[in-house]
């Protein structure tokens, strides 16, 4: 079974669409992350949701559009799309809970990426 | 702010050549440390880590040992594969739920 899963895999679209990016995750942890990875490999933090609760929200265009539906999921809805917006997102997640007693695990699992391709 | 600085690359060994990649770290506190590999058209895998001063993370021959006098934690490799080739990521855990990625070194293997 894949622990963080990403659909679609390739996405390419025009400039001015609207289109969606979903992410699931099966490990049982508490907080999901999308991050945009440009074409240097330079990788930026987008937001982050623990327990379908926003947590992180950088500066990121209010075209981009977190939604949790439950602590398993994470999707990335992105109004207007623009060139710039090409790049590679990655979906990741990591169990945040109960670290100051020792446990938990601290380190994030990413999903495979999806390719956004705007033309 | 906290920020992680790691050596540009890309590298380029012969096989079994012995790899370094050098990370530093600025932050406050004690972070948790990790190094991440990136295969080409994959996501990040966690590669090894280190939670506090003077630990060793370990894993498939790769080691970093968590240095709080120097601020770093490089990553290092006696004998490198072709399959080694990838992107490696240095990262650290700046506080609940935020982590930090150095701009990535990329690593190339020659038979």
């Known amino acids: 079974d894949t622990a963080v899963s990403q659909t679609p895999k390739y996405l390419v679209t025009q400039m001015g669409n609207d289109k969606s990016i979903k992410c699931e995750q099966n490990l049982g942890h508490d907080t999901m992350y999308w991050y945009k990875q440009d074409s240097k490999k330079f990788l930026k933090i987008m937001f982050s949701?623990?327990?379908?609760?926003?947590?992180i929200n950088e500066t990121v265009p209010n075209r981009f559009s977190p939604k949790s539906p439950d602590k398993a999921h994470l999707n990335l809805h992105i109004n207007s799309l623009e060139l710039g917006d090409s790049a590679v997102y990655f979906c990741?997640?990591?169990?945040?809970?109960?670290?100051?007693?020792?446990?938990?695990?601290?380190?994030?699992?990413f999903g495979p990426g999806t390719r956004l391709t705007v033309t | 702010g906290d920020s992680v600085t790691q050596m540009e690359g890309p590298v380029t060994l012969s096989e079994e050549a012995f790899l370094t990649i050098n990370c530093t770290y600025t932050a406050t506190g004690y972070p948790s440390l990790f190094w991440y590999v990136q295969y080409p058209g994959e996501g990040l895998q966690l590669l090894l880590k280190a939670t506090k001063a003077d630990d060793k993370g370990s894993n498939k021959g790769f080691e970093a040992t968590y240095r709080k006098e120097t601020t770093s934690f490089h990553l290092e490799k006696g004998s490198v594969q072709v399959s080694d080739s990838a992107v490696y990521f240095c990262?650290?855990?700046?506080?609940?739920?935020?982590?930090?990625f150095g701009t990535g070194t990329r690593l190339k293997v020659l038979a």
């Open positions: 949701y623990n327990n379908k609760e926003l947590i």
């Open positions: 990262a650290l855990r700046s506080g609940t739920y935020k982590y930090i």
């Open positions: 990741a997640s990591s169990h945040e809970m109960g670290l100051a007693s020792g446990l938990g695990t601290y380190e994030q699992y």
